[in-house]
């Protein structure tokens, strides 16, 4: 284990479903961040929190709705999906301005999602 | 404009043999320079970084990269691939002015055959 846990690993929901992605982590870091992960395509930056407050959206549509109540955990909501938003759903984490075992970041396992 | 490359989708090496995944990066100013690895239905692993120094850091499972300012590149090397290094690398660059700014490559698939 990384020390950032996500579940659930794996998820199918149909396109008028609501759920959410949740991630926690344990490093002590002080900023959490989305990424999605397509086949083939780079890995997307969806959203950054620094301390608690979102200082990246990067054009991502409403549909996906973040939160992050504390400093451990950071949830991605999710409602009315398409079927292209199905993908690797990843969470990661750092400490801010520059720190933490390696400087970089700290992945969780991801979150498989599939919109039926 | 910041951006990573990773010129190859796909690279095929035997075992034993040495191998080379390459990354150019375009970033302002002195840049901070990783490596990751994914393995199947898992998130990317810490392999190494280069932040400042020696220009050729060693990283974990064998793995080196050397930094070259003057081309702009970061490429992984291992002097002897094993089957279990078969996976996907991601080379990355963390610009110094902007912290949140993580910029990652396509990632490359790597292919050990025994």
């Known amino acids: 284990e990384t020390g950032v846990t996500q579940t659930p690993r794996h998820l199918v929901m149909g396109m008028t479903n609501k759920k959410s992605l949740k991630c926690e982590q344990h490093l002590g870091h002080n900023a959490m961040y989305w990424y999605k992960q397509s086949a083939k395509k780079p890995l997307e930056l969806m959203f950054v929190?620094?301390?608690?407050?979102?200082?990246e959206n990067n054009s991502v549509p409403s549909r996906f709705s973040p939160e992050c109540p504390n400093s451990s955990h950071l949830f991605l909501h999710l409602h009315t999906l398409q079927p292209e938003d199905s993908a690797l759903y990843l969470c990661?984490?750092?400490?801010?301005?520059?720190?933490?075992?390696?400087?970089?970041?700290?992945f969780g396992s991801g979150t498989r999602l599939t919109v039926v | 404009a910041q951006s990573v490359a990773q010129p190859e989708d796909q690279v095929n090496v035997a075992e034993g043999n040495p191998l080379t995944v390459k990354c150019t990066y375009s970033v302002s100013g002195n840049p901070y320079l990783f490596w990751y690895v994914q393995y199947p239905n898992r998130g990317l692993q810490f392999l190494l970084k280069y932040i400042t120094g020696d220009n050729l850091v060693k990283g974990s499972y064998g793995f080196e990269a050397e930094f070259n300012k003057s081309q702009t590149s970061f490429h992984l090397k291992k002097p002897s691939a094993l089957v279990s290094d078969s996976a996907l690398y991601f080379c990355a660059v963390r610009a110094l002015y902007n912290f949140n700014k993580f910029y990652f490559g396509s990632g490359t698939k790597l292919n050990v055959k025994p």
């Open positions: 929190y620094s301390l608690e407050e979102r200082v």
């Open positions: 990661a984490s750092s400490q801010d301005p520059l720190g933490g075992a390696n400087y970089g970041y700290t």
